[in-house]
Nanobody, 128 residues
Framework: QVQLVESGGGLVQAGDSRRLSCAAN????????MGWFRQAPGKEREFVAA????????YYAGSVKGRFTISRDNAKNTVYLQMESLKPEDTAVYYC?????????????????????WGQGTQVTVST
């Protein structure tokens, strides 16, 4: 079993930066793919970014590409989401997820059904 714990959310202003962290505990495996998803009020949960744990391949949603950066620290079993130039439309609950697939590729990285474990989420609110 894998437990994922997100942190770093909060209230920020438009244009600010924020870094989210996701600590993976339990029976983690070095070949897992890790992802970030988000859900805005009244909307479906959507893909944000993913990183293959072993090779470090990264994938991004078009809406965040160039502003968000996903990275990982294997030694700490932690994945980060660095968010720059935040916009009000980035307001959402951000979820960390883990997939037992080593590298989902650009298409399946966004597929929620490919992820086996989910965190509880952390709220990010971007004010104008």
């Amino acid at each position: 079993q894998v437990q994922l714990v997100e942190s770093g959310g909060g209230l920020v202003q438009a244009g600010d930066s924020r870094r989210l962290s996701c600590a993976a505990n339990g029976r983690t495996h070095s070949s897992y793919t890790m992802g970030w998803f988000r859900q805005a009020p009244g909307k479906e949960r959507e893909f944000v970014a993913a990183i293959s744990w072993s090779r470090g391949s990264t994938y991004y949603a078009g809406s965040v590409k160039g502003r968000f950066t996903i990275s990982r620290d294997n030694a700490k079993n932690t994945v980060y989401l660095q968010m720059e130039s935040l916009k009000p439309e980035d307001t959402a609950v951000y979820y960390c997820a883990a997939s037992t697939y080593s590298d989902l590729g650009s298409f399946y990285a966004a597929a929620q059904k490919k992820y086996n474990y989910w965190g509880q989420g952390t709220q990010v609110t971007v004010s104008t």
